[in-house]
């Protein structure tokens, strides 16, 4: 028999919930999320998108989700290149969404503007720049749900902060998960939950 990574899992997110999902390494998290966007199936039990079994609209439900990672992947191209990342380019929608993400004092600071190459791993830039510039991705590909997966970790306080303002600015009409190890990031959240010994409890804030 197969040890569960999760058991007994039961909640239910809304349109336009901001969600905290906060545990120790090892918890579980990333389990959650794989679950959650698709990549893995429950071993029983369902899970249902308004209603409609998920395995029915599957991709459908992928294209909905922006991923932002505690690391984000940056090709050695400009930065218009990273945003669009394999999408046709609208330069006008790669701005309004490095605007969205809190970029564009940045971006006009730069006389190559966004057509300025980042470098390899993005060298070019601070690493609060890079977690943006994986927000303004995640934006540009319309996703209507962002998953946050320890994105600040990375991150000095400072910078963090700045980067949950963001975060807090574009939550409207979109479901956020946030997930990380520290629970004072998770204190604008609408619910937080908390993972231990393999099971999801919804936490009071």
Not at 119 to 146: C, D, F, P, T
Not at 160 to 171: C, G, H
């Amino acid at each position: 028999q197969k040890e569960l990574l999760i058991k007994d899992l039961e909640l239910k997110i809304e349109k336009g919930q901001y969600v905290g999902i906060y545990g120790k390494s090892g918890a579980g998290k990333t389990t959650f999320i794989d679950l959650f966007s698709g990549l893995i199936t429950p071993s029983s039990g369902s899970i249902k998108i308004n209603s409609i079994e998920r395995q029915n609209i599957l991709p459908e439900w992928k294209s909905l989700i922006g991923y932002v990672p505690q690391k984000i992947y940056l090709n050695n191209t400009s930065i218009k290149d990273n945003v669009a990342f394999g999408l046709s380019m609208d330069e006008k929608k790669i701005l309004t969404c490095l605007k969205d993400a809190q970029l564009s004092d940045f971006i006009n600071s730069l006389a190559q503007g966004i057509d300025t190459i980042v470098g390899e791993n993005g060298v070019n830039l601070s690493g609060g720049q890079i977690q943006r510039l994986g927000i303004a991705r995640a934006l540009y590909r319309n996703s209507k749900i962002l998953i946050f997966d320890e994105s600040t970790n990375s991150l000095d306080n400072e910078t963090e902060n700045a980067f949950m303002q963001v975060i807090d600015m574009i939550k409207d009409e979109r479901i956020i998960l946030f997930v990380s190890h520290k629970l004072s990031l998770l204190n604008k959240c609408d619910k937080v939950y908390k993972i231990k010994d393999k099971k999801l409890n919804l936490k009071k804030i």
